[in-house]
């Protein structure tokens, strides 16, 4: 192992302790860092021994290259968080990335569904698959994640033991291993009580092969042993197929937008949306305003006198 890689990899066990970095996070900051290591090595520059002049090529090179100014963001990000971590443990005397300001990303406003597109999407979740326990199942996956709001990553590694005996709130384990409690719907607590009795039975057959009990409510054959992110995906798209909506306009992270901005435009407060995302600054919510924006327009329109 070189200098660089032995740097990232004590790089990413810090913060990983540090700050209790999920997967998903490590691999993402991995491949950034690897690949200024490999921008760096063509150049024959160490990566300690890297200048400002050197980043800021890199990040002009990945805007040649096409690259959105979200992602230059997310490299600049990595890069700057691995050189703050060299100047903490001395390893270098002076940070080159201090004072380089980044590409600001636009924020765009989430795609969102109407109430009716997520009715289609309830109903049909209930109508498609090979057996009647795969319907109770899809119907079950569809329910918790509109009535909870949370990550699908979240979603598919949910714990049977948190649904077990009637719960009137989910305990969710979110980013950085913070826990929060989001109330369940009576439709959502109805789908589970219906798919955990075909869970209940898959696992006595399993037990009789020998198998073990799985701790999660959506088990699968993955490593991982529950259903994985990309099957959920590739069920999202065949489901809005059959629903008549638009797959492009539909990602899982589509029905989290809809949970908060429904919630939001039927009068729920912002701070409370935030909680039960598990967002951990509001700002990161205040992106659903919008939907606040167009009902104070409504409001204004209809019951202003000068406004017909």
Request: proline fraction near 4%.
């Amino acid at each position: 192992m070189n200098n660089n890689n032995k740097l990232i990899e004590n790089f990413l066990e810090t913060i990983h302790a540090e700050r209790n970095a999920s997967h998903n996070t490590l691999l993402a900051y991995r491949r950034d860092l690897e690949a200024f290591v490999y921008f760096l090595s063509k150049k024959r520059i160490n990566l300690l021994k890297a200048n400002r002049k050197d980043i800021e090529t890199y990040i002009i090179s990945l805007d040649k290259s096409g690259m959105s100014e979200a992602t230059r963001a997310r490299h600049l990000s990595a890069i700057k968080q691995i050189y703050r971590y060299g100047y903490d443990e001395s390893l270098i005397k002076e940070n080159p990335s201090t004072d380089i300001k980044g590409p600001k990303s636009k924020r765009k406003l989430p795609t969102n569904l109407s109430e009716s597109e997520i009715d289609k999407l309830l109903y049909v979740s209930s109508q498609i698959g090979r057996s009647q326990s795969d319907k109770r199942r899809n119907s079950c996956l569809m329910h918790v994640l509109y009535a909870t709001g949370m990550r699908v990553s979240e979603l598919v590694s949910l714990p049977v033991a948190s649904v077990r005996g009637d719960p009137e709130m989910l305990l969710i384990k979110g980013k950085g291993g913070k826990e929060r409690l989001v109330p369940l719907s009576t439709p959502s607590k109805m789908a589970i009580a219906a798919y955990l009795v075909d869970w209940n039975i898959k696992q006595e057959i399993n037990n009789k092969k020998g198998l073990q009990t799985s701790k999660f409510l959506f088990p699968s054959s993955s490593k991982l042993g529950h259903l994985t992110r990309v099957r959920f995906y590739v069920f999202i798209k065949e489901l809005c197929v059959k629903a008549g909506i638009s797959p492009s306009k539909v990602s899982p992270h589509t029905l989290r937008h809809a949970f908060a901005s429904h919630l939001l435009a039927n009068g729920a407060d912002l701070r409370v949306i935030q909680m039960l995302l598990g967002h951990a600054d509001v700002a990161t919510t205040e992106i659903y305003t919008h939907v606040l924006d167009e009902k104070i327009k409504s409001l204004v329109f209809k019951h202003h006198p000068l406004a017909h």
